[in-house]
């Protein structure tokens, strides 16, 4: 069932009736009818494509605080994604201290996130989904993957969760990446049995390991209001470097620009007027692979949880190619109107839309659901296990404080001198003086492989690992970034230089001020290791029981100190910005 717009806004108008946040300062105080205009997108042309990526198995609204760091390195220096804070809204348009400013920035972040409420939810997500296609006939809703993973139900139910809720949600293509952590059966059934006849699970790049065989379709071709549209999918090519390998043991993956364009020209073979890459490549090698393929329209990105208000339009051999990215936690929703006419594009139309609970009433169906997916779970989700007095977040190039809290807690439970944890971008956000759930950890950890570790270390290992972490962030060529942001650590300090060459980015490593000695050996926790032995090493651990414990005997949690490196070279890069 789809909302009018007149059913949509009386929605709104029985919202504010009953309460709803709708005064925020600059929140659109004429009422109802000034939020319904944050979501009132006419429509334009005839083929519509719907977005949302990285949601991370978040079923109900969140905090989520963006970044404050997201360095662009080589080429990709001062352009989106790298801008933060004021530099975003001034590239962008938006005025400061307005609903969208908080919404794509983490300026002012803990006032505003007090004001506007919380972000995202499927029950809202889903009114706003209806609420697009009511007035876009035939539209496709695109899920770009890192969906079945991010919570304690999705781990619980194998993914079950985010299955059920996309379906109800009327998702029509996804491609995926954390969803291969299930391991390749699992990701088989779904495919084969839940989503058989509903959803499109499409992966040009991913290819069994003996005859290169296609492993899942690699496009999927749709007629809209006369047009025939392609989607191409493109699933995370480093799934098995930057995840267990032994979780997808005969499937390969890659960027393969070359069998891309051979999709690409196949699908305009077969008529299609619009394409569009559904991709988790992550958006600087988005933007170079739209430079290298030719005709493909727009690119529809994830896995970076870049929240970019505009495409960036690339050049290359075939003309012009729109390249975008959606976020993350459901907290926003893409949505791309072509003009198509004579058989030729003749203009866009792009807007994220982000989704502000308090704005958007929760859908009563999938409220519902959502509600029965929860119900066996809610009470060990909502153990209370400490209070915290600062804000808990995770997000930016090095460090968050949620990722600190871990550390901090790895160090002291495992007895370890220094403490490392993965630069994984997804986690909620926590506002200061709320209560630290069962939930929220695993929000920050629930992996089918967050075993916690305690590995002994030469300081030369130390350094290696750190350096090869750095080149896989900051390497100036996009296709040797392997996902991720900085290994978060504990205990030890360090320099970096992101524009030095590979292996000589860190600099000045330190615990409790001494140098680290090369060949001195430390005893360093960590969790979620790729390596197969240390599964095996681990005795079953997992590191949401030690964070667990550690946060029950704390009881009050104080602020977490940052411990950030002292970056060398970034003066006047876009991409840092006070926090």
Same mark, same amino acid.
């Given at each position: ?110 006032? *505003?996130?007090?004001?506007? =409420?919380?972000?995202?939810?499927? @029950?809202?997500? !889903?009114?706003? #989904?209806?609420? /697009?296609? $009511? ?18 139900? *999705?781990?619980?139910?194998? =993914?079950?969760?985010?299955?059920? @809720?996309?379906? !109800?949600?009327? #998702?029509?293509? /996804?491609? $995926? ?403």
């Amino acid at each position: 069932m789809s909302l009018s717009r007149r059913e949509f806004l009386n929605v709104l108008a029985a919202a504010s009736a009953a309460g709803m946040a709708l005064d925020a300062p600059d929140a659109l105080a004429a009422g109802p009818d000034a939020a319904g205009r944050l979501y009132d997108l006419p429509r334009f042309g005839n083929v519509h494509l719907l977005h949302f990526t990285d949601c991370h198995a978040q079923l109900r609204p969140v905090y989520f605080r963006e970044p404050n760091v997201n360095l662009g390195i080589g080429d990709a220096n001062g352009r989106m994604p790298h801008l933060v804070g004021e530099r975003l809204l001034k590239h962008v348009g938006i005025r400061p201290g307005t609903v969208e400013a908080h919404a794509f920035t983490y300026l002012d972040f803990e006032q *505003a996130a007090r004001s506007y =409420g919380k972000v995202g939810g499927f @029950a809202h997500l !889903a009114t706003l #989904v209806k609420r /697009m296609r $009511a007035t876009r006939p035939g539209a496709i809703l695109c899920d770009g993957g890192d969906t079945w993973q991010g919570s304690g139900t *999705a781990l619980w139910t194998d =993914g079950q969760d985010m299955v059920d @809720a996309c379906v !109800a949600l009327g #998702v029509d293509v /996804m491609t $995926a990446h954390w969803e291969m952590t299930l391991g390749a059966d699992r990701v088989q059934q779904i495919v084969e049995k839940d989503f058989k006849g509903k959803v499109d699970f499409v992966a040009q790049n991913v290819k069994t390991t003996d005859f290169g065989d296609a492993v899942f379709a690699p496009y999927t071709l749709r007629e809209m209001n006369g047009v025939k549209v392609a989607v191409i999918g493109q699933a995370f090519p480093y799934t098995p470097i930057a995840n267990p390998r032994y979780m997808v043991p005969d499937w390969t993956f890659g960027i393969q620009d070359e069998h891309m364009q051979k999709m690409v020209d196949e699908v305009r073979g077969k008529g299609a007027q619009v394409v569009v890459v559904l991709s988790h490549n992550g958006m600087d090698v988005d933007i170079k692979m739209a430079s290298r393929v030719r005709g493909i329209d727009a690119v529809l990105g994830g896995h970076t949880h870049d929240g970019m208000p505009a495409p960036v339009i690339v050049d290359n051999a075939g003309g012009k190619t729109l390249v975008t990215n959606a976020g993350s936690n459901t907290k926003f929703l893409g949505v791309l109107d072509f003009d198509v006419r004579g058989g030729r594009i003749q203009g866009f139309q792009y807007r994220l839309l982000p989704v502000f609970a308090n704005f958007l009433p929760a859908d009563a169906q999938m409220d519902a659901l959502v509600k029965r997916i929860r119900a066996p779970y809610e009470a060990k989700l909502g153990e209370r296990l400490a209070r915290t007095e600062g804000l808990l977040y995770r997000r930016g190039n090095f460090n968050g404080t949620f990722d600190q809290l871990i550390v901090d807690a790895l160090m002291e439970v495992r007895g370890a001198d220094l403490a490392f944890s993965p630069g994984f971008r997804w986690g909620t956000s926590l506002l200061p003086n709320s209560d630290i759930l069962m939930e929220h950890v695993l929000d920050q950890t629930a992996t089918t492989y967050s075993y916690s570790t305690l590995t002994e270390m030469r300081g030369e290992m130390i350094k290696t690992v750190l350096e090869d972490v750095a080149d896989n962030l900051f390497n100036p060529d996009p296709y040797y970034q392997q996902g991720g942001d900085m290994v978060r650590v504990g205990g030890l300090t360090y320099a970096i230089d992101p524009n030095a060459a590979a292996g000589s980015r860190i600099s000045d490593m330190r615990l409790k001020g001494q140098p680290i000695e090369a060949g001195k050996t430390y005893r360093v926790a960590g969790w979620a290791p790729v390596a197969e032995e240390a599964r095996q090493t681990s005795g079953g651990r997992m590191v949401w029981d030690d964070v667990a414990a550690w946060l029950r005997d704390k009881k009050v949690v104080t602020p977490r100190r940052l411990n950030t490196p002292r970056i060398i070279g970034m003066d006047g890069n876009p991409g840092i910005a006070a926090s």
